[in-house]
């Protein structure tokens, strides 16, 4: 089993900065395909951004490409997402997601087999 926990989140004005963080346990990052989804109030849950600590390989949305990014800290079994140039439309529950590493990379919510219980980002105007 994979338990995720985020934290980081909170308010920040648009065109600010903000890292949110997902601390895994139960598996090395190294066996783990890590994710960000988030999901804003009446919407559904959309990709942002995903990482193979092993490879280093990376992969996000078309909506945060050059602003987000992903990394992770094999020694603290920790994954980031920084976070700049932040929208309004940034604004929703922040959630931390992982599947096995040989299943690969992938951008759909339902792939993804464990979830944290999410951490709000709300950007003000």
């Known amino acids: 089993q994979v338990q995720l926990v985020e934290s980081g989140g909170g308010l920040v004005q648009a065109g600010g900065s903000l890292r949110v963080s997902c601390a895994a346990s139960?598996?090395?990052?190294?066996?783990?395909?890590m994710g960000w989804f988030r999901q804003a109030p009446g919407k559904e849950r959309e990709f942002v951004a995903a990482?193979?600590?092993?490879?280093?390989?990376?992969y996000y949305a078309d909506s945060v490409k050059g602003r987000f990014t992903i990394s992770g800290d094999n020694a603290r079994n920790t994954v980031y997402l920084q976070m700049n140039s932040l929208k309004r439309e940034d604004t929703a529950v922040y959630y931390c997601?992982?599947?096995?590493?040989?299943?690969?990379?992938?951008?759909?919510?339902?792939?993804?087999?464990?979830w944290g219980q999410g951490t709000q980002v709300t950007v003000s105007s």
């Open positions: 997601a992982a599947r096995w590493v040989y299943l690969g990379i992938n951008n759909r919510a339902d792939a993804y087999a464990y």
């Open positions: 139960g598996r090395t990052l190294s066996s783990l395909i």
């Open positions: 990482i193979s600590a092993s490879s280093g390989n990376t």
